[in-house]
Nanobody
Framework: QVQLVESGGGLVQPGGSLRLSCAAS????????MGWYRQAPGKQRELVAA???????NYADSVKGRFTISRDNAKNTVYLQMNSLKPEDTAVYYC???????????????WGQGTQVTVSS
């Protein structure tokens, strides 16, 4: 069974920084793309940033230049460094991993439980 566990959320003032971490554990053969999504109250879940196993990255326009995604393949962990945070970044942030549990299985999407990020003075 695969688990994704996020950490690092919290309350921060506008202009501040936070670093989110997400560790995948369990029966994992390989992880393809890992990413971060967020969902604000009353809004749909949206992609924030994603990173492939090779290190290629993709960011939402709203976070380009402020957020940086990275991963440690040896630890099956993905990070999101968030700088210059704005009130509109307030949301629950979810980790996502596209992975195989064994060499014969297909790729499946797994999600973390979410971590709250609140940007407020």
């Amino acid at each position: 069974q695969v688990q994704l566990v996020e950490s690092g959320g919290g309350l921060v003032q506008p202009g501040g920084s936070l670093r989110l971490s997400c560790a995948a554990s369990g029966s994992i053969f390989s992880i393809n793309t890992m990413g971060w999504y967020r969902q604000a109250p009353g809004k749909q879940r949206e992609l924030v940033a994603a990173i492939t196993i090779g290190g290629s990255t993709n960011y939402a326009d709203s976070v380009k230049g402020r957020f940086t995604i990275s991963r440690d393949n040896a630890k099956n962990t993905v990070y999101l460094q968030m700088n210059s945070l704005k009130p509109e970044d307030t949301a629950v942030y979810y980790c996502n991993a596209d992975l195989r549990e064994d060499p014969e299985s297909e790729l499946y999407d797994y999600w973390g439980q979410g971590t709250q990020v609140t940007v407020s003075s």
